[in-house]
C-alpha cells in the first residue's frame, strides 16, 4: 500500500522559511515522478514543483522559481519543498504526489501525471 505524509506546514511571517517533508512509503521515490502541488480556498491546485525520476531534473512553476526548492533524500525515501522568501501568496495547503517511473514531459508535471497523493500540510503566511 502507497502512502504519503506531509509535515514541516506552519504558520510564518512573510520573508521566512519552512521545509516541507513528504515521508513515502510503498513505493521508491528515486523512481518515480515526484511533486509539489499547493491550492489555496476558491483556487484550482497547482503544480509547484516537479522532479524527475533519480533527481537529474528539477522543474519549478515561475511564480516559485528562485524561491522553492524540490529534492529527495533516497535513504529516508522522502520527499522534501524548501519554501524560502515566502509571501503572502504562498499561503494554500501543499500536497506531495507520486507518479509512475517518467514524468509526461518536461516542465511543471499536471495533476493527470500522478497517481498517489498525500493529504496535506497548511502553510500560512502572515505580514
Known amino acids: 500500500q502507497v502512502q504519503l505524509v506531509e509535515s514541516g506546514g506552519g504558520s510564518v511571517q512573510a520573508g521566512g522559511s519552512l521545509k516541507l517533508s513528504c515521508a513515502v512509503s510503498?513505493?521508491?521515490?528515486?523512481?518515480?515522478?515526484m511533486g509539489w502541488f499547493r491550492q489555496a480556498p476558491g483556487k484550482e491546485r497547482e503544480g509547484v514543483a516537479t522532479?524527475?525520476?533519480?533527481?537529474?531534473?528539477?522543474y519549478y512553476a515561475d511564480s516559485v522559481k528562485g524561491r522553492f526548492t524540490i529534492s529527495q533524500d533516497n535513504t529516508k525515501n522522502t520527499l522534501y519543498l524548501q519554501i524560502d522568501s515566502l509571501k503572502l501568496e504562498d499561503t494554500a495547503m501543499y500536497f506531495c504526489?507520486?507518479?509512475?517511473?517518467?514524468?509526461?514531459?518536461?516542465?511543471?508535471?499536471?495533476?493527470?501525471?500522478?497517481?498517489?497523493w498525500g493529504q496535506g500540510t497548511q502553510v500560512t503566511v502572515s505580514s
Open positions: 522532479i524527475f525520476p533519480g533527481g537529474g531534473s528539477t
Open positions: 510503498g513505493l521508491r521515490v528515486s523512481s518515480r515522478c
Open positions: 504526489a507520486a507518479g509512475g517511473f517518467f514524468c509526461s514531459s518536461r516542465g511543471i508535471a499536471p495533476p493527470s501525471t500522478y497517481i498517489w
